[in-house]
């Protein structure tokens, strides 16, 4: 596709970027045929191809508006259109830069831009926490999707105990060591998953550490459009992480919801730029892997230490940020089936997103909850009893539309353990 861009971009490094990569573009449509905004309005401005175009208007100094706004805030970023495209655009990419653009020239209405303040700031806070345990004990109060967010993760055995990743691994030491990122909102949403994590890695012969200073892995700033906000939370990383691997013997950094794992991942891109940081960003995006990603080299050291048949059915959703963001599929379910669980994926649509999407479920609710229904109707279609997925939000997010429980993997794993 084409491109003519307008002085403003010429020579700038989001105009030099989103060129090549619109020009990637062959306008064939196939992304719109999986794209879940395009399935559910049919408007082609909801749908890949058409967002390129609108992005490309924008490059090209026609005027923007606040439709242009509205059609490229809708869009999930799920990157199944990745997946699909054939001519390789990335399309992930692109969209972060087209929103940067639109918003630098259309102001958003006061009520949107406190919403969006309090996301960023609230969510990456050392407060939000507290703020949850308050929220829990308000519920009735809040407002209906509020109060779906809020709602108490299923727990296991693990969480009953009252392990922590220190716990799990302090009387445990082990040959080999890989850090781990806790994340900014799961420690207060959904603690056993982290807990479950350090059991299960302890049980396989793996030492996890957790760096103390290390937070968000900048991916709710940048889905927020606070690039600079971003950057600070992916340099404040790295700072913490640094000594630990300059000391040697960490073999990776393991990350268990796969929304951050495809964010550290990109680090080296993100501070590409960075004199300072530019190699160690890309060491440490050289390190990282998804806790998805090493299930199957993890079950043969499981395999004899599980307690058998515990379970019961299960069906498992593959986050878009591991099947789409990272290329990972078909790592889970046959790990677990070779550790004797009875595990299932969807059916019907499984490439699809289930409308979490990080803050995308609070910012365009209606969509957000036609999409967690639709993906919810074919999960229970295996009539599972009980749904596992790899990403902290899908979880919160399908738990919130059903009374089947909805956990991580890794938490089964560890109550399977003696």
Known sequence: MKTDLAAEYLDTPDGIAADAIVRKCVHCGFCNATCPTYQLLGDELDGPRGRIYLIKQVLEGAAVTRSTQQHLDRCLTCRNCETTCPSGVEYGRLAEIG????????????????QRWALKEGLTSPAFGPAVAVGRALAPLLPATLRDKLSSHPTGSLA??????????ATEPAARRVLVLEGCVQPALAPNINAATARVLAAAGIESIAAPSAGCCGAIRLHMNDHDGALHHMRANIDAWWPLIEAGGVEAILINASGCTVTVKDYGTALAGDATYAAKAARVAALTRDLSEVLGELAPLLKDKLRPDTGGRLVFHPPCTLQHGQQLRGCVEPALQSLGFEVRAASEEGHLCCGSAGTYSVLQPELSVRLRDRKLERLTAQQPDCIVSANIGCIQHLQSGTQLPVRHWVEVLADALP
């Open 160 to 169: 009953a105990r009252g392990r922590s990743i220190a716990a799990a691994t």
């Open 99 to 114: 929103r940067r653009l639109v918003d630098d020239k259309v102001d958003r209405p006061l009520g949107e831009r406190l």
